[in-house]
């Protein structure tokens, strides 16, 4: 079973929150989140109550201020548990909405969508084995759309502002 404990302030000062199942509003709990202990699997944490906003993506590791997650701010309102997938890893991704124009499959990780496909918008996807996460920067940088299997049509599907993905990858054990 997953474990992930909040605390209000920085390098585990605080109040605290131990979780251990997904959380659609997180608010009761604790007020900010400064600094994070994830004690076991992957998480995706939300700025927003009912999975929405900002998307984290931590695994197991000490994280002692929001920066170290990449987060934009001390907000973190609801809480997803990954679970655990199988070693098959299969996306599509489109240029155009509702799977139009070129298509291209991937199976690995991408630090730069540009230079290997030489675009650098995906307005639709087909995840069709595993867990993924799109960045809005190459080299894994900026923010993240946790993607798991499914269809999105368009970039507002997978909570995207814009169809800009910078680098792509696995979510592996």
Same mark, same amino acid.
């Given at each position: 079973?997953?474990?992930?404990?909040?605390?209000?302030?920085?390098?585990?000062?605080?109040?605290?929150?131990?979780?251990?199942?997904?959380?659609?509003? $997180?608010?009761?709990?604790?007020?900010?989140?400064?600094?994070? %202990?994830?004690?076991?699997?992957?998480?995706? $944490?939300?700025?927003?109550?009912?999975?929405?906003?900002?998307?984290?993506? $931590?695994? *197991?590791?000490?994280?002692?201020?929001?920066?170290?997650?990449?987060?934009?701010?001390?907000?973190?309102?609801?809480? #997803?548990? $990954?679970?655990?997938?199988? *070693?098959?890893?299969?996306?599509?991704?489109?240029?155009?909405?509702?799977?139009?124009?070129?298509?291209?499959?991937?199976?690995?990780?991408?630090?730069?969508?540009?230079? *290997?496909? #030489?675009?650098?918008?995906?307005?639709?996807?087909?995840?069709?084995?595993?867990?993924?996460?799109?960045?809005?920067?190459?080299?894994? *940088?900026? %923010?993240?759309?946790?993607?798991?299997?499914?269809?999105?049509?368009?970039?507002?599907?997978?909570?995207?502002?814009?169809?800009?993905?910078?680098?792509?990858?696995?979510?592996?054990?």
């Amino acid at each position: 079973m997953g474990k992930i404990i909040f605390y209000e302030d920085r390098n585990f000062q605080g109040r605290h929150y131990e979780c251990s199942s997904d959380c659609a509003d $997180l608010s009761p709990y604790f007020s900010r989140c400064n600094s994070i %202990r994830v004690e076991s699997d992957w998480w995706v $944490l939300y700025e927003k109550p009912n999975y929405m906003g900002y998307q984290y993506v $931590l695994t *197991r590791g000490e994280y002692p201020d929001y920066q170290r997650w990449m987060g934009f701010n001390d907000c973190v309102r609801s809480c #997803r548990m $990954l679970p655990h997938t199988g *070693r098959s890893y299969r996306m599509r991704i489109y240029e155009r909405l509702t799977f139009g124009g070129q298509m291209m499959e991937i199976m690995d990780d991408c630090p730069s969508v540009y230079d *290997r496909f #030489r675009y650098r918008d995906i307005h639709s996807c087909q995840v069709m084995d595993g867990y993924w996460i799109f960045y809005e920067h190459p080299n894994y *940088r900026g %923010r993240q759309y946790f993607m798991r299997p499914g269809e999105y049509r368009r970039y507002s599907d997978w909570g995207g502002y814009s169809s800009t993905v910078g680098s792509l990858r696995r979510i592996m054990e």
